[in-house]
């Protein structure tokens, strides 16, 4: 069974949040069970292509509309991520030093025509081919409806929502960037007047899965237009759990860390950690340490922070440190905080990924009031790291924490996104810390949680088994 992974980003290629996180672990753990699979992403300008040497495997030209573009397929050259990469190299639309801007529509349609072209010339076709986001959208139309993919119509495809936010909307206008396909069939890619990418996937993958059982109860409800689709494709709809890369997001191994530790080892290691972020952030390392990483974005609750951050650090007990970037406004806020609460609160505004293992393994809780989170990755790399998670009862995080006041608990759950939720929430936070013997119980007990792609990989590889090609 060979797999075929088509997205926008992959670990440790380039990432922009937890969907590179993903596809670049569950292949990893694809190929661990016997399946191969394989990743085919865009190739950008960044620190890893320029540091790592590839291979030409394909080269050609591809139509967009009017417009002809060369380009070339590379493959990694001594390939230690545990699958084979294929990058997409067309210069002039994706070799930027960013993954996404304004001109997406292009560029992303440009990457899946090219995939689609080169899987064209292989001997033995993918058993299935799996599209992540909207980014990847159209290609379950193309393969089963452009007349010049009719060799491949038969190859199953699977759509993954891992964010139903973003659907990728472009005008009729555009329409003949789209390699020919009989006329009659263009209400599949349309929804509401334009052409909805997320919306044409949902109508042509075989099968359709979110990154969260929760989530996909959720998307019925609410789906940003697009919860009467779900509804109708219902029977070809599933959810299932990430899982989290254990190899990379390891506290006993984890390269970025200042000392590694164990369950055994916990105080000790947890400990260093801790006092690096408070040495370098100007922070108390005898109070409770409260952290958030993530995009500051309407989704993760952040403008809400700055009334949230005011409110909660009256109380003097507590410190919070964030990592982030996004909204400007929220930004600005933020760093505006740092003036009147010196010593007690700071931030990193900008994406740093030692910064955020380091964060992991010494904040004592992890704030995740999302309005929105399809699985979110952060909750899993906090329990893993024996930092407890606070968290809105939502998608993939009602899925994975369980409040500390029922059987077996381990977290600080909140039903709604307000400020005085999340300050609540702060404050039972600093209760649970107030008690010692009960705060370090939890914290072993959550670093002995199995969120592994194990159990994931296993339930993709059930759905695929399901497709008959
Ligand atoms: P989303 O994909 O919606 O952003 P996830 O929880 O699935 O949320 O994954 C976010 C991933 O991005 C995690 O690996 C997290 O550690 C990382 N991340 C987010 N923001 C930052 C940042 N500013 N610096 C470093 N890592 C970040
Ligand atoms: C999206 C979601 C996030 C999920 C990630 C990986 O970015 O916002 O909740 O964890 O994809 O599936």
Redesign the pocket.
Known sequence: MKILHISAECYPIA?????A?VVGALPKYQNSKNVISQVVMPFYKNKFTKENKFIEEFKSTLKLGESEYDFRILSLENNLLGFDLFLVDIPELLFKDYVYSSDDTDRFLAFQIATLDWVLTWKKKPTVVQCHDHHTGLTPFMISQSLKYKKLSDIPTIFTI??AQYQGWFSHEKVSLIPEFDFSKVGLIDWGGTINPMAAAIKCAWKVNTVSPSYMDELKQSANGLEWLLNDESAKCVGILNGIDTDVWNPEKDSYLLKNYSIKTIQSGRNTQKKWLCDEFNLDIEKPLFAF???LVG??GSDLFPEVFRNALINKDISILL???GNKEVEEQLENLKEENKGSYNAFI????K??HLIYAGADFLLMPSRV??????QM?ALRYGTIPIVRSIGGLKDTVIDISEENGFGICHENVTVSEIVHAIARGLDLYKNQTKFKKIRKQIMTIDHSWYASAEEYIKLYKSLKG
């Not at 990432?15 to 969907?19: E, M, Y």
């Not at 900008?350 to 990924?353: F, L, M, S």
Request: charged residues 30%; hydrophobic residues 20%.
């Open positions: 990432k922009v949040g937890g969907l996180d891992h964010n990483i993530g995009r989704e993760k990592l982030g970037s900008g994406y740093d990924e910064l955020s989170e399809p699985c979110g990755l952060n790399y």
